[in-house]
Nanobody, 114 residues
Framework: QVQLVESGGGLVQAGGSLRLSCAASTSIFSFADMGWYRQVPGQQRDLVAQISSGGSTNYGDSAKGRFTIYRDNAKNTMYLQMNNLKPEDTAVYYC????????WGQGTQVTVST
């Protein structure tokens, strides 16, 4: 069973930075495609960024130029560096892993104040 644990969320002022981490308890981490999604209550879960097993990245429009996704396969951990945060980035951020099926973490709250 794959378990994903996010951390690094919190409260930050607009213009600030946060780094989210997603630790995966699985030996197949390096073979899996990973991603970050976010969700605001009452709205759909949206793509923030994706990183393939080979390191290719893809960003949602809201993340381009401000966020960076990367992974450390030796630590079974994926990261999301978020810079120049805006109040509209406020959401619960979820880690996603794809290996034969999708797995989700429990989410971490990011709140950006004005």
């Amino acid at each position: 069973q794959v378990q994903l644990v996010e951390s690094g969320g919190g409260l930050v002022q607009a213009g600030g930075s946060l780094r989210l981490s997603c630790a995966a308890s699985t030996s197949i981490f390096s073979f899996a495609d990973m991603g970050w999604y976010r969700q605001v209550p009452g709205q759909q879960r949206d793509l923030v960024a994706q990183i393939s097993s080979g390191g290719s990245t893809n960003y949602g429009d809201s993340a381009k130029g401000r966020f960076t996704i990367y992974r450390d396969n030796a630590k079974n951990t994926m990261y999301l560096q978020m810079n120049n945060l805006k109040p509209e980035d406020t959401a619960v951020y979820y880690c996603n892993l794809i290996w034969r099926r999708q797995y989700w973490g429990q989410g971490t709250q990011v709140t950006v104040s004005t």
